[in-house]
Nanobody, 116 residues
Framework: QVLLVESGGGLVQAGGSLNLSCAAP????????MGWYRQAPGNQRELVAT???????NYRDFAEGRFTISRDNAKKMVYLQMNSLKPEDTAVYFC??????????WGKGTLVTVSS
């Protein structure tokens, strides 16, 4: 049963932009905190950005000012707008839905490759 589906990844040149999307049609979307994480080859998964049920956002330092996380509860979608991409942003980006201490869901990821 697939609950989160990411899309929007691809190959871009440094300095370019991508907008990632995550669809969550089967969960009670509005009550979940949502987040984007990424995992580069050989590395562990790391936080990129989160957005709470009430819209509060949090970013890792590398994402601050370049990336924007947003959500549309009516569409059950969460987005990650990525600008000024760098080669070090290359990773598989994962969508996460979380209810603390209760349940968490992960998507399968979408690959972002940034060429130099």
């Amino acid at each position: 049963q697939v609950l989160l589906v990411e899309s929007g990844g691809g190959l871009v040149q440094a300095g370019g932009s991508l907008n990632l999307s995550c669809a969550a049609p089967r969960i009670t979307f509005s009550i979940y905190h949502m987040g984007w994480y990424r995992q580069a080859p050989g590395n562990q998964r790391e936080l990129v950005a989160t957005i709470t049920s009430d819209g509060s956002t949090n970013y890792r330092d590398f994402a601050e000012g370049r990336f924007t996380i947003s959500r549309d509860n009516a569409k059950k979608m969460v987005y990650l707008q990525m600008n000024s991409l760098k080669p070090e942003d290359t990773a598989v980006y994962f969508c996460n839905a979380d209810r603390p201490a209760l349940v968490t869901y992960w998507g399968k990821g979408t690959l972002v490759t940034v060429s130099s």
